[in-house]
């Protein structure tokens, strides 16, 4: 990141509960990494603290990020995601996320 926090076209952010107490953090890019295009950005980094996990948080960050990023004139949202990420695979899932490519690999 050429000038980290400030780099234009990403958005860093924290997500807090009404309280103000911060649980999580995403990394957005107003940007699609592969082809640069604003029809689509990409949810780089999304974490949520081990205690708050499996209390609906996720679900209301990503629907607040594909909020901004429709706003910020994205069509989709995209991310990646490991295959042994069940948990992570699941919420995608469940918010409506569909697999666009996977990658295969096997230990030999």
């Known amino acids: 990141m050429p000038r980290g926090y400030a780099t234009e076209g990403h958005r860093f952010l924290y997500a807090e509960t009404e309280s103000g107490l911060v649980i ?12 640069g295009s604003r029809d689509g ?6 974490e949520v603290a081990q205690p708050h996990r499996r209390r609906g948080y996720a679900k209301a960050i990503l629907g607040a990020l594909e909020r901004l990023a429709s706003h910020s004139g994205a ?4 991310l990646n995601v490991f295959g042994n990420n069940q948990p992570a695979i699941a919420l995608y899932d469940s918010c409506g ?4 490519s996977q990658q295969m690999i096997k230990d030999v």
């Not at 069509?75 to 995209?78: E, R, V």
């Not at 996320?97 to 666009?100: G, L, N, Q, S």
């Open 75 to 78: 069509q989709a949202l995209s």
């Open 24 to 35: 999580g953090s995403v990394w957005l890019g107003l940007s699609d990494p592969r082809t």
């Open 97 to 100: 996320y569909r697999v666009a």
């Open 41 to 46: 950005a990409f949810l780089y980094d999304i």
